[in-house]
């Protein structure tokens, strides 16, 4: 069965660390990958967007890959500050084109001071 | 440019009744998706409407339905409801071509006692 799953429901660092999460998918073939960030009572804000065809994407202090053989991304948050503290959700579209998205369950970060 | 609203951002009912959210895309945007979002389950997709059309539509009963009207504001529907229905509703807006960033809503959060 299709499935999407965010390695961990909560993970702590520490402040300046680099936070690594990670998001891994079976029996999809999806054409692009997005990641989001999720403040407790908001809707999601979308943070970075990878292709199938691309192995790494950057944005300021956030970097993205894309492994297409192992079926993962990983999302890197350097230089880690309490403010970065929220739920990160990965999202894919099912098959390309179908504009119907499959969001994994998220990954809790909080970054202690 | 005003982002995507939603209405009401609260709702309480009672079992067996009918309920209709509300969701105002970004100007100029012309697909409407639509989550639920439990604590169990995630960000679930409901359905997807592109110019008044529905797109796609997730694994959801009957009981849930939607419409889009001409101008890109949608209405999700959910009948007979249950306790299980209680979550937060959330609304995405995006201009529904290729690789589309999604703008949430707020969400709705409804309560079903």
């Known amino acids: 069965s299709q499935k999407i799953e965010q390695n961990s429901e909560a993970l702590n660092i520490q402040e300046g660390k680099t936070a690594t999460l990670t998001c891994n998918y079976t029996n999809y073939s999806p054409a692009y990958l997005q990641w989001y960030r999720q403040d407790p009572g908001r809707g999601p804000v979308f943070l970075l967007l990878i292709r199938e065809n691309e192995k790494e994407k950057r944005k300021e202090r956030l970097k993205v890959t894309f492994d297409t053989t192992l079926k993962q991304s990983l999302f890197h948050i350097t230089a880690s500050q309490p403010a970065d503290s929220a739920t990160y959700l990965c999202?894919?579209?099912?098959?390309?084109?179908?504009?119907?998205?499959?969001f994994g369950t998220g990954t809790r970060l909080k970054v202690l001071a | 440019k005003a982002g995507v609203t939603q209405t009401p951002r609260y709702l309480i009912k009672t079992r067996g009744q009918q309920v209709t959210l509300s969701c105002s895309p970004i100007?100029?945007?012309?697909?409407v998706s639509w989550y639920q979002q439990t604590p169990g389950q995630g960000l679930q997709f409901l359905f997807e409407?592109?110019?008044?059309?529905q797109r796609n539509k997730g694994n959801f009963p009957g009981r849930f339905s939607g419409r889009q009207f001409s101008n890109s504001r949608s209405e999700m529907n959910v009948s007979t409801l249950e306790l299980g229905d209680s979550a937060l509703y959330l609304c995405?807006?995006?201009w529904g071509t290729g690789e589309d960033t999604q703008y949430f809503g707020p969400g709705t959060r409804l309560t079903v006692l």
């Open positions: 999202a894919l579209d099912t098959t390309s084109g179908t504009y119907k998205y499959i």
């Open positions: 100007s100029g945007h012309r697909s």
């Open positions: 409407y592109f110019s008044e059309t």
């Open positions: 995405a807006s995006s």
